[in-house]
């Protein structure tokens, strides 16, 4: 899990055919598991993108931004401006939206860097916060404020009349020359925007900038006299980080072609953070099984509602399935986040290294049977760890 | 062009009200090993710090030929070709040791920034094999893939001294190579230190050991409450009754 193996790009190219089958194939093998509908699998890959992008800020440079759904904002409301005034073609809204947020991310990074540890956090926390309220009153003209920004019949769409296409009577859905953008082809477009994001996401991993930002992150003072200068390394990372997030947003309008402001507000920004320590800070995979888990489990606990609850406890006695179901309650459904709670404060406590930290102690017990290997470092690591979650 | 390769002029450093060091002049020859001996608190560290641009002086100015350094930046002074060494070693804990020489050596060849995110690590074989070369000089080839944080003190210590070796520095700053080591590591690093004097680069060494002092320096500086007090080779130093007092004490090395 700590990558520090150098790998051939042979073995790459392995992993991302493993990783495509298994993305592609998602309507197929969810199905048990009942989430494979359209919106549930769409949001799992707009998170895994999300999350990869801020991986590669958290995870190789170690610096937490707490800021990160304000690029997702901008993303989201930049697609949706493009679907009104241009074309319900998503490649200018994608485009536009990555790109606006990367220039977001550029000036709220220029800012934020000058500091690190715990006042970047706050510097970003400010800054989102800011972006967030500045959307949800001051700019109402761009953002349509506590509505939201969404599509009408009446909008220019300059592009789309100029090829003669007209919206009839309803609106109209974004589409990738046709492919419309709901549904399964849907998420089809997302999963291949996925795809092509962790391929470059890998490249960087494997690259000698990845090692650089990794480095930064394991010690920035030797970097110094290492004869590097640090901050445009943290720059291009945040920057990067932020395209990511703002290429997320502008899938979310995608999908669902609607901006609100409270996409940019802080508890999203948290979201972001948790999806990344739950899969494994700093690990390759790690933050897609962080987004699939946390979304999956979003979506079936908050599904529960008192009368699924009684029902699933009515073997029950009448006096007892009452007040269990009322405190089970308190759990799923709305409350779902107490549960979400629960689970991150025991995987902080227990596996700081998250689900693939849990994996690689499983796979080093059943290796181990084979071979007495030495755990170098193991220990050290983990105390590491342990202290940057204490950290967060 | 001087045959000076460091030119440290009338270096003062107040911390508040304290002189730490006050009117240094220091010269050091290319090619040349020169020691910085003194006792503790005498400003040897800071010295050095002032030299790597850790910090500024009140007063003076540091040459490195005929660059000035005082006013740069760590990275920028670093990029002229000053590597150095640290009391506690200052190494990449979380990466293994491969790529603990591989930055550095990235950092000489692609100045203080390059965004190079296609191509893959695994294609960088000259820098690749550049780093194992170094390790094997320092006898840690055995253990490259290994995570840098778990090795002893001793194995860092060498680690980063390959670190910054794989840079090939014109001035090579040494803060204490050998605290903390047991003699039989000592001994090993003093054969390393010797083996890299042959290349010709041009060393500054803190040191407290004087074995270590005496087996390597061709000049000594003592340093006593921020000031130079004595300067020479390693027989003028040691006879002289001014470091005796200062320094050596009683001792009679």
Same mark, same amino acid.
């Given at each position: 899990?700590?990558?520090?193996?150098?790998?051939?790009?042979?073995?790459?190219?392995?992993?991302?055919?493993?990783?495509?089958?298994?993305?592609?194939?998602?309507?197929?093998?969810?199905?048990?598991?009942?989430?494979?509908?359209?919106?549930?699998?769409?949001?799992?890959?707009?998170?895994?993108?999300?999350?990869?992008?801020?991986?590669?800020?958290?995870?190789?440079?170690?610096?937490?931004?707490?800021?990160?759904?304000?690029?997702?904002?901008?993303?989201?409301?930049?697609?949706?401006?493009?679907?009104?005034?241009?074309?319900?073609?998503?490649?200018?809204?994608?485009?536009?939206?990555?790109?606006?947020?990367?220039?977001?991310?550029?000036?709220?990074?220029?800012?934020?860097?000058?500091?690190?540890?715990?006042?970047?956090?706050?510097?970003?926390?400010?800054?989102?916060?800011?972006?967030?309220?500045?959307?949800?009153?001051?700019?109402?003209?761009?953002?349509?404020?506590?509505?939201?920004?969404?599509?009408?019949?009446?909008?220019?769409?300059?592009?789309?009349?100029?090829?003669?296409?007209?919206?009839?009577?309803?609106?109209?859905?974004?589409?990738?020359?046709?492919?419309?953008?709901?549904?399964?082809?849907?998420?089809?477009?997302?999963?291949?925007?996925?795809?092509?994001?962790?391929?470059?996401?890998?490249?960087?991993?494997?690259?000698?900038?990845?090692?650089?930002?990794?480095?930064?992150?394991?010690?920035?003072?030797?970097?110094?006299?290492?004869?590097?200068?640090?901050?445009?390394?943290?720059?291009?990372?945040?920057?990067?980080?932020?395209?990511?997030?703002?290429?997320?947003?502008?899938?979310?309008?995608?999908?669902?072609?609607?901006?609100?402001?409270?996409?940019?507000?802080?508890?999203?920004?948290?979201?972001?953070?948790?999806?990344?320590?739950?899969?494994?800070?700093?690990?390759?995979?790690?933050?897609?099984?962080?987004?699939?888990?946390?979304?999956?489990?979003?979506?079936?606990?908050?599904?529960?509602?008192?009368?699924?609850?009684?029902?699933?406890?009515?073997?029950?006695?009448?006096?007892?399935?009452?007040?269990?179901?009322?405190?089970?309650?308190?759990?799923?459904?709305?409350?779902?986040?107490?549960?979400?709670?629960?689970?991150?404060?025991?995987?902080?406590?227990?596996?700081?290294?998250?689900?693939?930290?849990?994996?690689?102690?499983?796979?080093?017990?059943?290796?181990?049977?084979?071979?007495?290997?030495?755990?170098?470092?193991?220990?050290?690591?983990?105390?590491?760890?342990?202290?940057?979650?204490?950290?967060? | 062009?001087?045959?000076?390769?460091?030119?440290?002029?009338?270096?003062?450093?107040?911390?508040?009200?304290?002189?730490?060091?006050?009117?240094?002049?220091?010269?050091?020859?290319?090619?040349?090993?020169?020691?910085?001996?003194?006792?503790?608190?005498?400003?040897?560290?800071?010295?050095?710090?002032?030299?790597?641009?850790?910090?500024?002086?009140?007063?003076?100015?540091?040459?490195?030929?005929?660059?000035?350094?005082?006013?740069?930046?760590?990275?920028?002074?670093?990029?002229?070709?000053?590597?150095?060494?640290?009391?506690?070693?200052?190494?990449?804990?979380?990466?293994?040791?491969?790529?603990?020489?591989?930055?550095?050596?990235?950092?000489?060849?692609?100045? /203080?920034?390059?965004?190079?995110? &296609? =191509?893959?690590?695994?294609?960088? *074989?000259?820098?690749? +094999? #550049?780093?194992? @070369?170094?390790?094997?000089?320092?006898?840690?080839?055995?253990?490259?893939?290994?995570?840098?944080?778990?090795?002893?003190?001793?194995?860092?210590?060498?680690?980063?001294?390959?670190?910054?070796?794989?840079?090939?520095?014109?001035?090579?700053?040494?803060?204490?190579?050998?605290?903390?080591?047991?003699?039989?590591?000592?001994?090993?690093? /003093?054969?390393?230190?010797?083996? &890299? =004097?042959?290349?010709?680069?041009? *060393?500054?060494?803190? +040191? #407290?050991?004087? @074995?270590?002092?005496?087996?390597?320096?061709?000049?000594?500086?003592?340093?006593?409450?921020?000031?130079?007090?004595?300067?020479?080779?390693?027989?003028?130093?040691?006879?002289?009754?001014?470091?005796?007092?200062?320094?050596?004490?009683?001792?009679?090395?």
């Amino acid at each position: 899990m700590t990558n520090t193996k150098i790998v051939s790009p042979k073995q790459d190219l392995i992993y991302m055919a493993i990783l495509s089958a298994v993305v592609l194939t998602m309507p197929i093998w969810l199905q048990p598991f009942g989430a494979a509908y359209p919106d549930l699998m769409q949001k799992f890959m707009i998170f895994g993108i999300f999350a990869i992008g801020y991986n590669i800020l958290f995870g190789l440079t170690g610096y937490l931004s707490f800021g990160h759904a304000a690029f997702l904002g901008v993303g989201s409301y930049t697609a949706v401006w493009s679907f009104k005034l241009l074309s319900m073609n998503v490649i200018p809204a994608l485009i536009f939206g990555t790109v606006l947020s990367g220039l977001f991310a550029l000036a709220i990074g220029f800012v934020s860097l000058r500091r690190s540890g715990i006042y970047f956090s706050i510097l970003t926390l400010a800054f989102a916060q800011m972006s967030y309220n500045l959307a949800y009153s001051v700019l109402t003209p761009i953002t349509n404020g506590e509505t939201g920004l969404q599509l009408t019949q009446g909008d220019p769409r300059v592009l789309d009349r100029m090829s003669g296409i007209e919206a009839n009577a309803s609106l109209p859905t974004p589409n990738l020359f046709g492919i419309e953008g709901v549904g399964y082809s849907g998420f089809y477009i997302c999963a291949a925007l996925l795809l092509i994001s962790f391929f470059i996401y890998l490249r960087i991993f494997r690259s000698p900038f990845g090692l650089k930002l990794r480095a930064i992150k394991s010690n920035q003072n030797r970097m110094g006299y290492t004869g590097f200068s640090t901050r445009p390394y943290l720059m291009t990372a945040f920057v990067i980080s932020g395209m990511y997030a703002g290429l997320a947003g502008s899938l979310l309008a995608v999908t669902d072609p609607l901006a609100g402001a409270e996409r940019m507000q802080w508890t999203a920004s948290g979201e972001v953070v948790l999806i990344t320590i739950l899969g494994g800070v700093g690990t390759l995979i790690g933050p897609l099984l962080g987004a699939g888990i946390i979304k999956y489990f979003e979506n079936i606990f908050s599904a529960f509602n008192e009368t699924v609850l009684l029902n699933a406890f009515s073997f029950l006695p009448d006096w007892l399935a009452h007040p269990v179901a009322s405190v089970v309650g308190l759990f799923v459904g709305e409350g779902w986040h107490l549960t979400l709670g629960l689970v991150f404060m025991l995987i902080v406590i227990f596996l700081p290294g998250g689900i693939m930290e849990g994996i690689s102690r499983l796979w080093r017990l059943v290796t181990r049977r084979n071979k007495a290997e030495p755990v170098a470092g193991t220990h050290e690591n983990k105390e590491k760890e342990q202290a940057s979650a204490g950290e967060v | 062009m001087s045959e000076y390769i460091l030119d440290v002029t009338d270096v003062d450093k107040n911390f508040g009200g304290l002189r730490a060091l006050s009117d240094i002049n220091l010269r050091v020859k290319k090619g040349t090993v020169h020691a910085i001996i003194g006792p503790n608190g005498a400003g040897k560290s800071t010295l050095l710090n002032v030299i790597v641009g850790r910090l500024a002086p009140n007063r003076g100015r540091v040459l490195l030929g005929d660059q000035v350094l005082t006013g740069k930046e760590p990275h920028e002074i670093n990029q002229l070709g000053v590597a150095r060494v640290f009391q506690t070693p200052e190494i990449f804990p979380e990466l293994s040791l491969l790529q603990n020489v591989m930055v550095p050596a990235f950092a000489k060849r692609e100045g /203080i920034f390059k965004m190079n995110f &296609i =191509k893959s690590l695994f294609a960088e *074989k000259e820098v690749r +094999e #550049h780093a194992e @070369h170094l390790l094997d000089d320092v006898g840690l080839i055995s253990q490259k893939d290994n995570i840098a944080g778990s090795m002893s003190r001793g194995d860092k210590r060498r680690l980063e001294l390959a670190m910054c070796l794989g840079q090939q520095p014109k001035l090579f700053l040494l803060d204490e190579p050998t605290a903390g080591m047991a003699r039989h590591d000592t001994n090993r690093t /003093i054969d390393l230190l010797k083996r &890299i =004097k042959e290349r010709g680069m041009t *060393k500054v060494i803190i +040191e #407290h050991d004087m @074995h270590v002092v005496f087996s390597l320096a061709d000049r000594i500086s003592v340093l006593a409450q921020g000031a130079i007090i004595c300067e020479g080779t390693p027989e003028e130093v040691r006879n002289d009754p001014r470091v005796k007092e200062a320094y050596l004490g009683g001792e009679s090395e």
